[in-house]
Each structure stands twice: as structure tokens, then as C-alpha cells.
């Protein structure tokens, strides 16, 4: 984003909008004399949104708060109407968790003057002894150790604060004039790195490296799969995953970790 505004001369501005909504929810919209929207943000809500971060229970967050993304009924025209032959599942989907609003299914906050921020799905939000952390922000802090070439964030059961951070990483191979480092340094200076970076509120102690990560052919991380391997679950894997035999080595590695001691074998 950077070099593009250094070398173009223009602004690059960031906007949201979803399969559903058929054109953007929030923007930048400079033509309609919009002030320019924060650095980062998605914009915006265009005419005819009314976007808020909503807590579990319905309550509206505060400003800068994460929650769950919602847009106030009524949807202005040109929103899906319903699914294919499927019109009950469309109302229970996207209209019955939060009455009254549209469920977009994402997290992120909305500021004081009302620019939206997306930083992830819902489902890869954790709640961490009652904060709401993004795991792939977690990630992206995982991704600025040098060593680190790919990782994975999922949240983790824990008796005490509902959800710990579980990273699973894969190591990049030393260059010829680097030293061997073994996973347990690279472990404890991710650790530390989150500390710095986030703070001791995301409780971020396990993790450990692994040969790869678990992911879509199209490059999307299973985190699901993963977060569902932990906890015990049966999983099943997508026919569009990349490569289903990670997943002895996952296994072996979330149960080095405690985790996953009684977890059956992944199924397609």
C-alpha cells in the first residue's frame, strides 16, 4: 500500500462488501464528500447501511471495541433476497442470531465517527478471559519473526480463561550463512514477540513448529479443522484441501502441547 501511494500519487483505499450484499457495504465514496477514511479501515458505511459491532448478547460495543458486524434492517435494495430453494435457511443464517440485523458473519469495530474496521471472521475470534483478540492478527505477529515462514492461530480450550492462542508454525530453512536454531528458542522469542507487540492479555504460551501448514488449494488455513483436532472433535476435511497428510504430524504435534489426546483421525 505504501509504495503503490508513493509511486502512483493517489490514495489506496480499502472497502468491504460480501458475496450477499452484491456491491460495497463500506468505502471511501470521495465523490459524495466523504472525509477521507482512517488509514487501514474498510471505509464508510455507503447509503442505505447502517453498520454496528454487536457483543454476544445483543448489546451494541463500544467504539473500538471487536465484535460482530451487523448492519440494521431494512437492507438496501439489491441485497440476496433469500438461497436457492432455500428460503428458511437464509432467514436462519443470516437473521436469527441478532434480530433485526443482517449477520454478516465477520468481526471487527467501528470507531466514534463511525468507520468500519474488518479484521476477521467470526469464527477466528477468540475470547481470551474476556477479551476479544483476532487470531490472525495473532498471526501476523507470528509472520514478522524472520524464521517463521508460515503459521496458524486457532484458539485452544483452557479451564480458566475460556480460550488460549494455539500457534502452530513452520520453520524457514537457515540460509548458507545462518546458524541453526532450534524450535524451541524460535518458540520462546514468538512468545515473546506477542508480548511486546499485543500484551500479556493474549495469554499467548503454546506453540510449536511444524512441516506445514493445513490449507485449501486456493491457500485458505484450516483453522476450523485445527481448532476442532484440539478439542477432541471428529473433523472432516474438505475435498479442496491441499494435503491431508499434515495432519499426523498436527495431531502429534497439538498433542505435545496437551491437546488433542483423544482426537480420531481426520476424514474426508
Known sequence: MNWAERVFGVPVLNHWWQTESGSAITAACRGLGVRAPPPHSAGYPVPGY??????????????????????????????????????????????????????TQDAGWVS??????????????????????????????????????????????????????????????PMDHEEIIPESTVT???????????????????AAAVAAVPRTRSGKALRGAVARLARSLPVTLPATIEDASVFAEIKQALQRLGYAQDAPDPTF
Open 112 to 173: 466514534a465517527e463511525r468507520a468500519v474496521w474488518v479484521v476477521a471472521r467470526a469464527d477466528d475470534v477468540i475470547n481470551v478471559a474476556g477479551h476479544r483478540l483476532s487470531t490472525a492478527a495473532l498471526e501476523d505477529v507470528v509472520l514478522r519473526h524472520a524464521r517463521v515462514a508460515d503459521a496458524v492461530v486457532v484458539g485452544a480450550p483452557d479451564a480458566t480463561k475460556g480460550d488460549v492462542p494455539l500457534c502452530l508454525y513452520v520453520m524457514r530453512p
Open 188 to 206: 520462546q522469542e514468538l512468545i515473546a514477540l506477542v508480548r511486546h507487540l499485543i500484551g500479556p492479555i493474549a495469554a499467548f504460551r503454546k
Open 50 to 103: 447502517d453498520v454496528l459491532a454487536l457483543r454476544a448478547d445483543g448489546s451494541e460495543c463500544a467504539a473500538g471495541e471487536v465484535g460482530r458486524l451487523v448492519c440494521r434492517l431494512p437492507l438496501p435494495p439489491g441485497f440476496a433476497s433469500t438461497l436457492w430453494q432455500a428460503d428458511q435457511r437464509f432467514e436462519d443464517t443470516y437473521f436469527k442470531a441478532y434480530p433485526g440485523y443482517y449477520d
